[in-house]
Protein backbone atom coordinates (compact mmCIF):
# COMPACT_ATOMS: atom_id res chain seq x y z
CA UNK A 1 0.00 0.00 0.00
CA UNK A 2 1.32 3.69 -0.98
CA UNK A 3 -0.15 6.70 -0.22
CA UNK A 4 -1.15 8.86 -2.93
CA UNK A 5 -1.80 12.44 -0.20
CA UNK A 6 -4.17 13.73 1.74
CA UNK A 7 -7.99 14.34 0.28
CA UNK A 8 -8.41 18.24 -0.27
CA UNK A 9 -12.06 18.74 -1.06
CA UNK A 10 -15.03 17.42 -2.64
CA UNK A 11 -17.18 18.73 -5.41
CA UNK A 12 -20.87 17.30 -5.39
CA UNK A 13 -21.20 14.05 -4.45
CA UNK A 14 -18.76 11.62 -5.94
CA UNK A 15 -15.70 13.56 -7.10
CA UNK A 16 -12.64 13.85 -4.53
CA UNK A 17 -9.92 16.27 -5.02
CA UNK A 18 -6.17 15.06 -3.18
CA UNK A 19 -3.09 16.82 -2.96
CA UNK A 20 -0.50 14.37 -3.92
CA UNK A 21 2.87 13.66 -2.83
CA UNK A 22 5.20 14.59 -5.89
CA UNK A 23 7.39 12.09 -5.29
CA UNK A 24 5.07 9.56 -5.90
CA UNK A 25 2.75 10.25 -8.15
CA UNK A 26 -0.41 7.61 -8.89
CA UNK A 27 -0.97 5.73 -11.89
CA UNK A 28 -4.12 6.74 -13.58
CA UNK A 29 -7.62 4.68 -12.95
CA UNK A 30 -5.59 2.83 -9.89
CA UNK A 31 -7.87 1.69 -7.09
CA UNK A 32 -8.37 4.19 -4.07
CA UNK A 33 -8.49 3.38 -0.58
CA UNK A 34 -8.93 5.09 2.90
CA UNK A 35 -6.16 3.94 6.08
CA UNK A 36 -8.93 0.98 7.05
CA UNK A 37 -8.74 -0.35 3.91
CA UNK A 38 -12.13 0.58 2.36
CA UNK A 39 -12.48 1.05 -1.09
CA UNK A 40 -12.98 4.82 -2.20
CA UNK A 41 -12.65 4.93 -5.73
CA UNK A 42 -10.48 5.30 -8.86
CA UNK A 43 -8.08 7.76 -9.95
CA UNK A 44 -9.18 9.74 -13.37
CA UNK A 45 -7.33 12.75 -13.07
CA UNK A 46 -4.02 14.07 -12.63
CA UNK A 47 -3.65 17.97 -12.79
CA UNK A 48 -1.96 21.09 -11.23
CA UNK A 49 2.02 22.19 -10.66
CA UNK A 50 4.71 19.46 -11.16
CA UNK A 51 5.68 20.12 -7.20
CA UNK A 52 2.16 20.06 -5.78
CA UNK A 53 0.13 18.04 -8.39
CA UNK A 54 -3.64 17.16 -7.71
CA UNK A 55 -5.98 14.43 -8.41
CA UNK A 56 -9.56 13.83 -9.13
CA UNK A 57 -10.98 10.82 -7.85
CA UNK A 58 -14.46 9.64 -8.70
CA UNK A 59 -16.00 8.06 -5.65
CA UNK A 60 -17.99 4.37 -5.67
CA UNK A 61 -20.75 6.05 -3.45
CA UNK A 62 -21.48 9.30 -1.81
CA UNK A 63 -17.93 10.25 -0.99
CA UNK A 64 -17.70 10.54 3.17
CA UNK A 65 -13.88 11.22 3.23
CA UNK A 66 -13.41 13.88 5.74
CA UNK A 67 -10.71 16.87 4.61
CA UNK A 68 -7.37 16.30 5.07
CA UNK A 69 -7.46 12.41 5.37
CA UNK A 70 -4.60 10.44 3.76
CA UNK A 71 -5.68 8.32 1.11
CA UNK A 72 -3.62 5.35 -0.23
CA UNK A 73 -3.22 2.79 -3.49
CA UNK A 74 -2.12 -0.96 -3.37
CA UNK A 75 1.34 -0.42 -4.79
CA UNK A 76 1.47 -2.91 -7.82
CA UNK A 77 4.86 -3.81 -9.12
CA UNK A 78 5.78 -3.91 -12.79
CA UNK A 79 4.78 -7.03 -14.21
CA UNK A 80 6.33 -6.22 -18.13
CA UNK A 81 9.51 -5.62 -16.35
CA UNK A 82 9.63 -9.52 -15.73
CA UNK A 83 8.59 -10.78 -18.92
CA UNK A 84 10.44 -8.43 -20.83
CA UNK A 85 13.90 -9.90 -18.91
CA UNK A 86 12.26 -13.77 -19.60
CA UNK A 87 11.77 -12.92 -23.80
CA UNK A 88 15.80 -11.32 -24.07
CA UNK A 89 16.50 -14.30 -21.56
CA UNK A 90 14.79 -16.53 -24.85
CA UNK A 91 16.50 -14.41 -27.53
CA UNK A 92 20.14 -14.92 -26.09
CA UNK A 93 19.79 -18.20 -25.68
CA UNK A 94 18.43 -19.61 -29.58
CA UNK A 95 21.21 -17.16 -30.49
CA UNK A 96 23.75 -18.68 -29.22
Do not use: W
Request: aromatic share 6%; proline share 3%; charged share 30%.
Amino acid sequence: MRSIGDAFCTIGTRLLIVRCNSAHLPRLYSEVTDQRLNPIGKIVDIFGNIESPYSTIVCNDKCRIHTGEKLYMKFEGRKDARSRKSKNAAIRKGSA
